[in-house]
């Protein structure tokens, strides 16, 4: 073997060393990635769930307070002061104090990680900012004060089972809003969520109250608020331009949001009813503090959702966020011994199950593993 031939041999197999090393590396880079891919996808799925949780108790919590002497017995309330419209409206005085809550909770975090200078120059200083507070009255007052009042005359697990469609009405109202497309498995989804909710809503079963329909009809406002309130944004973040460089979280536009909804509560919506000597009664009778609990978990819920978001993306975000009808189902049954009838459970899985369905491409969650 000539002197060339060695030196070629030895530089083919330099070359073959070189190139198993890149592929060993590039494995073991791979296998790297995937575990941290994986990580990933099971926090952003503990703080997806975290968010179906928190929100099922906050509605079953909220309800039960509601349940309290002040807000149940009327001839105790009216020699108590409380007006009668807000007493037949108590849910807006107690939405006041959640939203407000909620809105201490989430700026407290804000200004830990020195960041909450920055919403009230969102409101003031860009187009975004006053988008997202006009659609926060449309999100809160509205929304928030309907679906309380669905809890109060129809019961958590009732209301919060129709509520959770609201993402699938959004998407119906960008179609023809906003000119949105829609899927067909969209489509078959929201089919599926409504089914559900329709079934759920006029054909209940077991005890009842007397004021069921009209709570489902408050579910129904508060599922028709949410959905507006994210076609508003929606609306805004397409046609408002030149803000491209303006550098907002959105626990920031979340803070803003509960900012406008206390503000709302207490300039415009307790005025006009009358609620201000309820809302002594709130404080006077201990049922604040509940209320202040209570009201972390509606900031979890929210911090949580975004979170999760971040790490799974929006459409298993979604999903997982209608869980909360189960949920409130689940803690309804533990902590008050309220009946699961067939009814409430077949049909809550139905709904959930619909909008998994409309949120989650099974395409795109292959390509993604």
Known sequence: M?????????????????????????????????????????????????????????GVLMGRVGMDKIFTDKVFALAQGVSEISFEFSPLVTA???????????????????????????????????????AALVGSPIGMSAYLLGIKYA??????????????????LSYFILKEKLSLRAVIGIAVSLLGSFMLGFNPSGNVPPTFFKGILFAVIAVLGWALEGV????????????????????????LRYFISMVSYAVIVLPLIGGYPLAGQIISRGLVFKYAGIAILGAITYLSWYKAV????????????????????????????????????????????????????????????
């Open 2 to 58: 000539s002197a060339n031939d060695k030196f070629g041999m030895i530089i083919a197999i330099r070359i073959i060393v070189e190139s198993l090393k890149s592929e060993i590396y590039n494995k073991e880079e791979r296998n790297v990635i995937m575990e941290v891919n994986k990580r990933k996808f099971q926090k952003g799925l503990m703080f997806g769930i975290l968010v179906g949780l928190a929100w099922g108790l906050d």
């Open 96 to 134: 006041f104090f959640h939203e407000s809550f909620c809105f201490v909770w989430v700026a407290l975090v804000l200004i830990f990680g020195k960041q909450f200078k920055h919403v009230f120059y969102l409101l003031f200083k860009t187009k975004k900012g006053k988008a997202a507070a006009i």
């Open 155 to 172: 019961t958590a697990p009732y209301a919060s089972s129709i509520s959770v469609i609201y993402p699938g009405v959004g998407a119906i």
């Open 232 to 255: 508003i944004i929606g609306f805004a973040m397409k046609h408002i331009k030149g803000e491209d460089h303006i550098q907002a979280s959105p626990q920031q536009f979340l803070c």
């Open 310 to 369: 971040d790490l799974i993306g929006a459409a298993m975000g979604t999903a997982l966020n209608s869980t909360a009808a189960l949920w409130t189902i689940i803690f309804s049954a533990l902590l008050f011994g309220d009946k699961i009838t067939p009814s409430l459970a077949i049909w809550g899985i139905v709904i959930v199950l619909g909008v998994f369905i409309f949120a989650i491409d099974p395409k795109t969650f292959r390509k993604k593993e």
